[in-house]
């Protein structure tokens, strides 16, 4: 599989132009929002004080992070995917996971990083209101094949064949 959907889709300049996504108050009070940026789908986090925004969907299998339980790991924010439960650190997109040593299992698990797996974009507050920009997608993060058009096409005749079914 082509994990690696967004080299098909043309980014332009006018894509990394910050979009407003809500009023500061609100976000803080919602402490979550989904919206669109340049036709990507996103997720905000208000946790702990701060802003954070990722893509929205996994990079394991596109689960929906919006709904996900935010958890601390080894003093980590982490979102929770609701789907398989990988743990994903808020402040940068990282895919944690707990190594256990096979030749002693009597060991504590230790808390280990995938690197960063996660799209993470931008978050600015100017005004009252709350601005993301993406980030550079010249780089590549697995979370990029959920996000891509030929994911959402994916998506969109498997629901067309569900209606038909
Ligand atoms: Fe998120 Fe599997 S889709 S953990």
Not at 2 to 20: A, F, I
Not at 59 to 69: D, R, T
Not at 77 to 102: F, M, N
Request: hydrophobic content about 30%.
């Amino acid at each position: 599989m082509d994990r690696q959907g967004s080299d098909q889709d043309s980014v332009t300049l006018e894509d990394y132009s910050p979009v407003c996504v809500g009023q500061e108050a609100d976000l803080k009070k919602l402490e979550r929002k989904t919206a669109m940026v340049h036709n990507r789908e996103v997720v905000v986090f208000y946790h702990k004080g701060e802003f954070h925004a990722m893509d929205n969907r996994c990079y394991h299998a596109g689960g929906p992070l919006h709904l996900g339980e935010i958890e601390d790991f080894n003093g980590q924010s982490c979102i929770v995917c609701p789907w398989h439960k990988y743990k994903i650190t808020l402040a940068t997109g990282e895919g944690l996971y707990q190594s256990i040593d096979p030749k002693n299992p009597a060991a504590v698990p230790e808390w280990c990083s995938k690197g960063v797996k996660q799209r993470i974009h931008v978050v600015t507050v100017k005004n009252g209101n709350v601005y993301v920009t993406l980030s550079d997608t010249s780089i590549a993060y697995d979370s990029d094949y959920y996000a891509s058009e030929k994911y959402k096409q994916l998506l969109i005749s498997k629901m067309l064949k569900q209606g038909s079914a």
